[in-house]
């Protein structure tokens, strides 16, 4: 089986903003989009589940496991999105597995918000602490980290590279940091997104050459 592991399904609007739009039209500027071959567009990174299903088949890839954006900062958040995503994985059961993109800091609200989900039919947790400008292992993180651990769901978390213009990348990112919630949440079970960029970055760092 093929499976893709990290797909995001946004909708401009609700969890990707104009002012997100704004972002990635600035870092892109003058790239054609590699999904329709034209300049890049402030909804151009939403597809539609039609347009999903089409490039996994196109692809060859059996299985996606999709999610949305929770950029708070940017007003890319829309908590619910967890509603879309189940949408997703009803319509496509055998071709789709959807987590919950939380708010990082949204606390025990936002816990029982992703219990519900779990509850629903998500099978997990997605976040991305840096692009809420906190770091992995910010103890205001903890109720989502705890819940996760209770529900037995694994999360998902984005480490690396930071788009944000305040992202600080390795001082958020650095993925040794979620040693801290592993103590504390043992049964904790994590995927670190783009950990190859991150280590990367880091012996960049450390030696100052590339």
Not at 186 to 210: F, W
Request: hydrophobic fraction near 40%; proline fraction near 5%.
């Amino acid at each position: 089986m093929l499976f893709n592991a990290h797909v995001h399904m946004s909708q401009y609007g609700r969890d990707f903003s104009a002012e997100l739009a704004d972002v990635h039209l600035a870092q892109f500027q003058g790239r054609t989009s590699w999904i329709t071959g034209e300049p890049w567009t402030a909804d151009g990174w939403c597809m539609s589940k039609e347009q999903l299903i089409g490039h996994m088949d196109a692809t060859g890839v059996d299985r996606a496991l999709v999610m949305c954006l929770a950029y708070v900062p940017v007003d890319s958040y829309d908590p619910t999105m967890g509603e879309y995503i189940l949408e997703l994985v009803d319509a496509h059961p055998d071709r789709i597995t959807g987590f919950y993109s939380a708010n990082p800091l949204g606390g025990v609200r936002e816990a029982a918000r992703l219990r519900s989900y779990v509850e629903q039919g998500l099978s997990g947790l997605k976040m991305l602490p840096s692009y809420n400008y906190a770091a992995i292992n910010d103890r205001r993180i903890w109720p989502m980290y705890e819940t996760a651990a209770e529900l037995g769901v694994p999360v998902t978390l984005h480490t690396g590279w930071s788009s944000l213009p305040q992202g600080k990348s390795l001082a958020y990112d650095h993925p040794l940091y979620i040693e801290d919630a592993l103590v504390d949440f043992p049964g904790l079970r994590v995927i670190l997104a783009h950990l190859r960029i991150c280590v990367v970055r880091a012996c960049i760092d450390a030696d100052g050459q590339g």
